[in-house]
């Protein structure tokens, strides 16, 4: 028998037609990637509001994204003039653009530009005999400046994607070239810088790549507005929050499972309405920052299983005596506090 094609399975065919992946849907359309990942995989479907936001982006109208009626085929009509064009450019040997759309690579050409600056400026300077004197001293000759200015421009490169090595490497290239330029100023010994790089590589190994990426996506958010989003849809709870505060009362009486994503908030989800919590009831928290308190019936007993860095998992009373279902909590905490509350 033919499967029967889903909503989720005509976002998924036409994200891929896009040539976009679920984390650039997702920031196009100001939703999760845990989201997109739900309504490709049918575990959830899209707000109604996004639908013809999602039509525009793929392209094809709100019924044909909804299967009202079948996706027509795209036929793109190319000038001949402008093929050609594109056609030279691919055989040229080498270009270098600057898409002004594409934030990273402006900002690496505006700081290559700038360490450019600061290097002929400094073999201007050089060229006054009064401040080449100055410059010049105890054998360190203008080139001895120029490496630093180097390692100061790398830094500036990089500290937009990964602040604190872009930082340090900033750091270091101002003080390699303010020792140059006064002499009795202290000294740090290279194998310092380098065990200083080590340790903080060995803490964001610790905490974990996906923390690290979310924190520099936070760093990078233009917009901080409080988002709230929540589904309960077949006895799952799904929630996805920051940068706000708010209480989520899940409705149900019975519970299979769900996920919480928070990041930067004080939010308490409410749970004291369930009276029925299935068999291996799985709640996944991921939490970043901020503060989530979870409240719990008397009737089902907490299992455990946290992942904390920098972070805390507190319980606060208990089930009663008779209680004998259980829900397992798998939380991972950075730089947070979760509380399970029993009231």
Known sequence: MEQKETLGKRIAMLRKEKGL??????????VSAQAVSKWENDISCPDITLLPLLADLFGVSVD?????KPVEPHVIILDKDETQKDEKKRNRPFTWEWNKHKKSARWGTIAFCIGAILIC????????????????????SGWSYVW??????????TVRDHTIFGSLFMLWGVYSFASCLIPNLFHIEWYVVLLIIAIILLIKTIVGKKFWVKVAKSNHDEDRTPQLEVTQEDNYLDADMSFGSGVITYDGDTLRGGSIDMNFGDYKVDLRNVRTFENDCLLKIDQNFGSLTIFLPSCVRLVKSSDTSFGSFATYGEPSPDATQSIIIRADVNFGTLQVKYE
């Open 21 to 30: 992946t679920q984390e650039q849907l997702a920031e196009k359309v100001g």
């Open 64 to 68: 044909e994204l909804l299967g009202v």
């Open 121 to 140: 400026l400094l073999f201007i300077l050089r060229s006054f005999p009064q401040l080449g004197l100055f410059l010049d001293h105890d054998g360190i």
């Open 148 to 157: 630093p200015i180097l390692v100061f421009t790398f830094g500036l490169i």
